[in-house]
């Protein structure tokens, strides 16, 4: 194995490392509100850019996947034009790609505009964590990683909230057009106190990017258009997944047999940070997953408005910022292996929770388990990132958190689509368990003539019926996805036990108590 190379020095800059977290915790928030704060505007896209129903999600799609192509080029980049550099081109092309999505015309342009805005911000959040983790003791990486952990896990949360306020008392542009005074204040503040960071030029991976690229992109290709197409039934879904298996393995013998790839061999020898990749991958898939569907149960089921669906899901970014406070202060007291595993069961619990909903509930059980799983997931986020990145060597971070970055994203896609699927199948098998219970002597009401002695008419009673049917079917697929998340959950809690504490932070323990 090659031997660790040594930290990256800072060259430039005298700013604190907590005025440094700050400011790139301000980048990474843009970029990463960014991922969900146009889902709850797509119906007004849609009308303004003469979209059809199941082309407008190219909006999102094409946003997700540019950030996933680009982000493995994080390291490359920042040791080909240097960190603090390439932090200002992404702040500003993003500042730039907003400004165009707002004045789009035409699906076409929206399309394309975003996947500049993608591309231009992928490398904002690995760079953040790069320069948090480099600006801070190793000691101290946990209460830092709280904090800049903040930025990053809370914007998602905050996405439909804000998108749906813009939306609703201005117009769907504004939207992208928020970006453009917080990005500018984050460009003047990252010009003026981010350090510069020595330069180590390295050759480019033409082969592992264009595998690892050509597998991302079909990947996400696949999950988008996998429900809309019946997924394995259709052509272009099995295209895209073999395309996927063929480059991501591809891009995984490369990396094994070829020195100098763009991802560093010695980050495959390190069992923390590779145990760090499946669970931050298990993050996104809960992350996103759960704010992707509950959004729309909220306003389908419950006939909530698109405000107070978001309101109503804050708790979980506030359950999420006091858990990762806290826990920023218990990482050098306690075991990190135990306020993970304490964080995957609270989280745990609450889909548990989610999945025991009734119909006829008020908000307080979405309040209760937003709350909870919020502070789960952010108890998991703070260990995860100090356990992960602990043992590396200093000068894989930049590579590391873009994978990471990735590996993020990619989950929350896998979230989406597999939520999206098992619900939607299991719309139609409730459907049809309930239908087939439904006869003239269990709902005598529903015969014709007895609607007609009611004074009602047969089509009318029919259309009441099957209405409530399609509602407590789909109620039930909602229960059965929250349920599925609770078990993948509960499979990978035994993982912690792979997971070792680095010994300076075993010592520090030792210490405390």
Request: glycine share 10%.
């Given at each position: 194995m090659a031997?660790?190379?040594?930290?990256?020095?800072?060259?430039?800059?005298?700013?604190?490392?907590?005025?440094?977290?700050?400011?790139?915790?301000?980048?990474?928030?843009?970029?990463?509100?960014?991922?969900?704060i146009?889902?709850?505007?797509?119906?007004?896209?849609?009308?303004?850019?003469?979209?059809?129903?199941?082309?407008?999600?190219?909006?999102?799609?094409?946003?997700?996947?540019?950030?996933?192509?680009?982000?493995?080029?994080?390291?490359?980049?920042?040791?080909?034009?240097?960190?603090r550099r390439l932090f200002l081109f992404s702040v500003a092309g993003f500042i730039g790609a907003s400004v165009l999505c707002g004045l789009a015309r035409s699906l076409e342009q929206m399309v394309i505009f975003r996947m500049i805005q993608g591309a231009a911000g992928?490398?904002?959040?690995?760079?953040?964590?790069?320069?948090?983790?480099?600006?801070?003791?190793?000691?101290?990486?946990?209460?830092?990683?709280?904090?800049?952990?903040?930025?990053?896990?809370?914007?998602?949360?905050?996405?439909?909230?804000?998108?749906?306020?813009?939306?609703?008392?201005?117009?769907?542009?504004?939207?992208?057009?928020?970006?453009?005074?917080?990005?500018?204040?984050?460009?003047?503040?990252?010009?003026?106190?981010?350090?510069?960071?020595?330069?180590?030029?390295?050759?480019?991976?033409?082969?592992?990017?264009?595998?690892?690229a050509i597998g991302v992109a079909a990947l996400q290709l696949c999950l988008d258009r996998g429900q809309q197409l019946d997924w394995f039934a259709s052509w272009e879904v099995r295209i895209e997944a073999a395309v996927a298996i063929a480059g991501l393995w591809g891009f995984g013998v490369h990396v094994a047999t070829t020195r100098g790839s763009l991802l560093d061999r010695?980050?495959?020898?390190d069992r923390n940070v590779m145990t760090g990749f499946l669970f931050i991958t298990l993050v996104g898939f809960l992350m996103v997953g759960t704010t992707a569907l509950l959004p729309t149960m909220m306003q389908s089921l419950?006939?909530?408005?698109?405000?107070?669906?978001?309101?109503?899901?804050?708790?979980?970014?506030?359950?999420?910022?006091?858990?990762?406070?806290?826990?920023?202060?218990?990482?050098?007291?306690?075991?990190?292996?135990?306020?993970?595993?304490?964080?995957?069961?609270?989280?745990?619990?609450?889909?548990w929770l989610m999945s025991l909903f009734s119909p006829a509930q008020d908000t307080m059980p979405f309040i209760i388990t937003g709350l909870l799983q919020g502070a789960g997931l952010g108890m998991v986020f703070v260990p995860l990132n100090t356990i992960a990145f602990a043992t590396l060597a200093p000068d894989l971070r930049t590579d590391a958190a873009g994978f990471y970055m990735l590996l993020r994203n990619l989950g929350g896609s896998v979230g989406v689509s597999l939520g999206v699927g098992v619900l939607a199948r299991?719309?139609?098998?409730?459907?049809?368990?309930?239908?087939?219970?439904?006869?003239?002597?269990?709902?005598?009401?529903?015969?014709?003539?007895?609607?007609?002695?009611?004074?009602?008419?047969?089509?009318?009673?029919?259309?009441?019926?099957?209405q409530?049917?399609?509602?407590?079917?789909?109620?039930?697929?909602?229960?059965?996805?929250?349920?599925?998340?609770?078990?993948?959950?509960?499979?990978?809690?035994?993982?912690?036990?792979?997971?070792?504490?680095p010994k300076q932070q075993a010592e520090t323990v030792h210490l405390a108590d």
């Amino acid at each position: 194995m090659a031997t660790a190379a040594p930290a990256l020095p800072a060259t430039r800059g005298t700013a604190s490392p907590l005025v440094i977290t700050c400011v790139v915790m301000l980048g990474t928030f843009m970029t990463v509100l960014d991922s969900t704060i146009a889902n709850v505007a797509l119906p007004h896209m849609q009308a303004s850019l003469g979209a059809a129903s199941d082309t407008i999600t190219w909006v999102l799609t094409s946003y997700i996947v540019a950030t996933a192509i680009a982000t493995p080029l994080t390291g490359w980049l920042a040791e080909k034009i240097g960190r603090r550099r390439l932090f200002l081109f992404s702040v500003a092309g993003f500042i730039g790609a907003s400004v165009l999505c707002g004045l789009a015309r035409s699906l076409e342009q929206m399309v394309i505009f975003r996947m500049i805005q993608g591309a231009a911000g992928a490398t904002l959040a690995p760079l953040g964590q790069a320069f948090v983790l480099d600006a801070w003791p190793q000691k101290q990486h946990g209460q830092a990683m709280a904090l800049w952990g903040v930025g990053i896990m809370v914007g998602p949360i905050m996405g439909p909230v804000l998108g749906g306020y813009l939306t609703d008392s201005f117009d769907w542009r504004w939207v992208f057009f928020i970006n453009l005074p917080v990005g500018i204040l984050a460009l003047f503040l990252a010009a003026t106190l981010l350090p510069d960071v020595e330069q180590r030029p390295r050759r480019f991976d033409l082969t592992g990017f264009s595998m690892l690229a050509i597998g991302v992109a079909a990947l996400q290709l696949c999950l988008d258009r996998g429900q809309q197409l019946d997924w394995f039934a259709s052509w272009e879904v099995r295209i895209e997944a073999a395309v996927a298996i063929a480059g991501l393995w591809g891009f995984g013998v490369h990396v094994a047999t070829t020195r100098g790839s763009l991802l560093d061999r010695r980050m495959l020898a390190d069992r923390n940070v590779m145990t760090g990749f499946l669970f931050i991958t298990l993050v996104g898939f809960l992350m996103v997953g759960t704010t992707a569907l509950l959004p729309t149960m909220m306003q389908s089921l419950y006939q909530y408005p698109v405000i107070t669906t978001g309101l109503i899901q804050a708790p979980r970014g506030v359950g999420m910022m006091a858990a990762m406070l806290l826990v920023g202060r218990l990482i050098g007291r306690v075991d990190a292996r135990i306020l993970l595993g304490f964080g995957l069961s609270i989280s745990a619990t609450s889909l548990w929770l989610m999945s025991l909903f009734s119909p006829a509930q008020d908000t307080m059980p979405f309040i209760i388990t937003g709350l909870l799983q919020g502070a789960g997931l952010g108890m998991v986020f703070v260990p995860l990132n100090t356990i992960a990145f602990a043992t590396l060597a200093p000068d894989l971070r930049t590579d590391a958190a873009g994978f990471y970055m990735l590996l993020r994203n990619l989950g929350g896609s896998v979230g989406v689509s597999l939520g999206v699927g098992v619900l939607a199948r299991q719309v139609q098998v409730s459907h049809a368990d309930i239908g087939s219970r439904l006869t003239p002597f269990s709902t005598p009401w529903a015969d014709g003539g007895m609607a007609r002695a009611l004074g009602a008419t047969g089509d009318t009673v029919m259309a009441m019926l099957d209405q409530a049917v399609n509602a407590q079917a789909a109620m039930i697929a909602y229960l059965d996805v929250f349920r599925l998340m609770f078990w993948v959950t509960v499979a990978v809690m035994p993982l912690i036990l792979i997971l070792r504490v680095p010994k300076q932070q075993a010592e520090t323990v030792h210490l405390a108590d």
